[in-house]
């Protein structure tokens, strides 16, 4: 078994064009771990963010860095024999990078907890472009907002990697949603479930929307002030969930100010919840876009195209060739 492996790396953080190939050690299991076979990578914002010095860059304990949290691939290596898990499982799920390599590379050695079989009704790009994604709409909507038949549920940058499977989600356990998206993407977002498609580009979501319930807020302020303005929606009492790192600092004092409960959220990569998303899935309840799908090598036009801030659905790195 060769001990180096090709991967996308980065030497410091700055520019996408800091990312490049190199041979670098493969990991090597240890504990509950699993070593997976990448055979295609999500490509996130906080790959983009951590890569350019923000993000989690503060934990990289050392360069040449791999990043990347989503992969679907096939098992390599298991904790023992009788594992749930075996060889030749087609399995996807996401790491905790940078304390571990990530999965822009050959190999990538996560937890059990954090690994299920692949959707059957999925290929591998398709697959690596759901945990991270998907998790966190889940863990913001379901966990954090308690979705619910009737409630009224406003979700920003709907037609993105996190806000497609927000809208679903949403829809699916009964919330009456309202998206806002670019004019392009609204017949996109209207058939992910959405009731009501505000166009931003055309129309002030707070001059359209009114008393609901939460906020799912996928920008913060970074654009346009857009947590700010959401305030304005919320009914007394009502909720904002704030995902994007570092987007709306003062979120807490302004929504306290106004009567308004707030919250941040961070994902937790767990294969429970994946497996119940799977299951959402291969029954065609939800269901997964990939806007493109670019070779590993091409990692950093990746991360302009996501930079650019008009993905549909997820951009997806080719790390390796479908298993025969």
């Known amino acids: 078994m060769a001990e180096t492996m ?24 240890v504990s509950d771990e699993v070593v997976v076979r990448v055979v295609a990578a999500g490509v996130n914002p906080i790959d983009a963010k951590t890569r350019a010095g923000r993000g989690v860059a503060a934990a990289i304990g050392s360069y040449p860095a791999v990043l990347g ?17 075996q060889p030749g499982d087609r399995v996807y799920g996401m790491g905790r990078v940078p304390r571990l390599g990530g999965s822009y590379a ?40 308690r979705a619910h038949e009737g409630q009224r549920m406003l ?21 009456e949603v309202t998206a806002t998206c670019s004019a392009r993407n609204v017949d996109f977002v209207r058939s992910l479930g959405a009731r009501h498609v505000i166009d931003y580009t ?9 008393e609901q319930d939460v906020v799912i807020d996928l920008i ?47 994902v937790s990569p767990d294969a429970r919840t994946l497996a119940v998303i799977t299951r959402l899935i291969d029954d065609g309840s939800v269901r997964v876009h990939v806007d493109r799908e670019l070779p590993l090598a091409e990692g950093a036009e990746a991360h302009r195209l996501l930079e650019g ?16």
């Open 155 to 175: 979700v920003h940058a709907a037609s993105g990697g996190v806000g497609h499977f927000a809208v679903q989600l949403a829809a699916y356990f009964g919330a």
């Open 220 to 266: 913060g302020n970074v654009a346009d002030d857009t947590g700010t303005r959401s305030l304005d929606v919320l009914r007394p009492h009502g909720l904002v969930v704030n995902v994007p790192t570092g987007s709306w600092p003062t979120m807490a004092d302004e929504a306290a100010a106004r009567g308004i409960r707030a919250t941040g959220y961070s």
């Open 309 to 324: 801030g008009h993905v549909r659905g997820k951009v997806v790195l080719r790390v390796g060739a479908d298993p025969a």
């Open 202 to 210: 055309s129309e002030r979501f707070e001059q359209v929307a009114s």
């Open 106 to 145: 050959e190999f990538i050695a996560v937890s059990s907890l954090s690994v299920a079989p692949m959707p059957a009704s999925l290929g591998f790009a398709e697959a690596a472009a759901v945990p991270l994604a998907a998790l966190t709409a889940w863990g913001a909507v379901i966990d954090t907002a």
């Open 69 to 85: 949290n989503d992969f679907a691939g096939v098992v390599e290596a298991v904790p023992y024999a009788a594992h749930p898990l």
């Open 6 to 29: 090709q991967a996308l790396v980065i030497d410091r953080t700055g520019e996408a064009d800091e990312l490049h190939l190199a041979e670098v050690p493969r990991p090597t299991r």
